[in-house]
């Protein structure tokens, strides 16, 4: 079965740089979402990652079923939840993970 | 379960049908949504649901017709489809103002024939 684990919090200082894992199971080689939940807003589409263009994003390969964000001097407005969502290639399973809450600190 | 229960689970139905989706929530939260997931995209946000006030995208077709009647009901009324349409829709819930997080459905998956 697939599943999908994110590091529960992080709290950093404003400037600092910042790697959120997604580590998920799959049985195939899905596609990976990350969302970012600002207060009172709605999700919002961050990046998303296949096999054809994993070598472009963070330091993680989809392949080897990490696939981390990293945002760099970050400021207290990315302070947000970070949601990982992992879609089978068929589009018929989904998977969140349950989100990394990410404070930045001035 | 996470609270947010969707029915029916799936759907299948011609392109001259009308069905509705259902969602209903219990946990609270002041305001819903309706994604739609379709294969190889990711979630669109359809409409939301904020203190009464709705909210929509205005790309998403008219064949889809939300309606909330109170905070604890969602309901996606469809008619005349197309094959397109096909896809996981998910409904959410959240309590505004805080960080706590969308509760999302476990969806319904929808086949337009």
């Known amino acids: 079965s697939n599943s999908v684990k994110q590091t529960g919090q992080i709290t950093v200082s404003e400037g600092a740089s910042v790697t959120m894992n997604c580590t998920y199971t799959?049985?195939?080689?899905?596609?990976l979402f990350w969302y970012v939940e600002y207060p009172s807003k709605p999700l919002q589409l961050l990046q998303r990652?296949?096999?054809?263009?994993s070598k472009n994003f963070g330091g993680g390969n989809i392949k080897d079923k990490n696939s981390p964000i990293v945002k760099y001097s970050v400021q207290v407005s990315d302070s947000a939840v970070y949601y990982c969502?992992?879609?089978?290639?068929?589009?018929?399973?989904?998977?969140f993970g349950e989100g990394t809450q990410l404070t930045v600190n001035p | 379960e996470t609270g947010v229960t969707q029915t029916p689970r799936h759907l299948v139905m011609g392109m001259t049908n009308k069905k509705s989706l259902k969602c209903e929530q219990h946990?609270?939260?002041?305001?819903m949504y309706w994604y739609k997931q379709s294969a190889k995209k990711p979630l669109e946000l359809m409409f939301v649901?904020?203190?009464?006030?709705?909210?929509e995208n205005n790309s998403v077709p008219s064949r889809f017709s939300p309606e909330c009647p109170n905070s604890s009901h969602l309901f996606l009324h469809l008619h005349t489809l197309q094959p397109e349409d096909s896809a996981l829709y998910l409904c959410?819930?959240?309590?505004?103002?805080?960080?706590?997080?969308?509760?999302f459905g476990s969806g319904t998956r929808l086949t337009v024939v």
């Open positions: 959410a819930s959240s309590l505004t103002g805080t960080a706590v997080g969308y509760t």
């Open positions: 799959s049985t195939g080689y899905p596609t």
């Open positions: 990652e296949t096999m054809e263009n």
């Open positions: 969502l992992l879609c089978q290639t068929s589009g018929s399973r989904l998977t």
């Open positions: 946990l609270g939260h002041n305001a």
């Open positions: 649901y904020s203190l009464e006030e709705r909210v």
